[in-house]
C-alpha cells in the first residue's frame, strides 16, 4: 500500500522558520523523483521544489529560492522542505508527490500558515 503521510504543518510568524518532511512507504522510494506542491486558498496549486531520485538535483520556484530547501534520505524514505524566512504568502496546504514513470503519488497534504 502506497503511503505518503505529511509532518504536521502549523502557524508560524513572518520572518520565522518550520520543517516539514513526508514518510514514504509501499514504493521504491530511490526510484522516484519527488516534489512539494502547495495550493492557496483561491488560487491552483503550484510546484515549490522538486529534486531527483538520487538528490543530485533540485528546484524550486522563483519565488522560494534561497529561502527554502528541498532534501531527502534515501535510507529513511524520507523527505523535507525547510522553510526560512517564511512570508504570509507561503500560506498554503503543502503536499509532496513521487512520479517515476507512469506512477503518481500524492500526500494528504498539511497546512502551514504564515501570520504578519
Known amino acids: 500500500q502506497v503511503q505518503l503521510l505529511e509532518s504536521r504543518g502549523g502557524l508560524v510568524q513572518a520572518g520565522g522558520s518550520l520543517r516539514i518532511f513526508c514518510a514514504a512507504s509501499?514504493?521504491?522510494?530511490?526510484?522516484?523523483?519527488m516534489y512539494w506542491y502547495r495550493q492557496a486558498t483561491g488560487k491552483e496549486r503550484e510546484m515549490v521544489a522538486s529534486?531527483?531520485?538520487?538528490?543530485?538535483?533540485?528546484n524550486y520556484v522563483d519565488s522560494v529560492k534561497g529561502r527554502f530547501t528541498i532534501s531527502r534520505d534515501n535510507a529513511k524514505n524520507m523527505l523535507y522542505l525547510q522553510m526560512n524566512n517564511l512570508k504570509p504568502e507561503d500560506t498554503a496546504v503543502y503536499s509532496c508527490?513521487?512520479?517515476?514513470?507512469?506512477?503518481?503519488?500524492w500526500g494528504q497534504g498539511t497546512q502551514v500558515t504564515v501570520s504578519s
Open positions: 529534486i531527483s531520485d538520487t538528490g543530485e538535483r533540485t
Open positions: 509501499g514504493f521504491t522510494f530511490d526510484w522516484y523523483t
Open positions: 508527490n513521487a512520479r517515476w514513470s507512469n506512477n503518481d503519488y
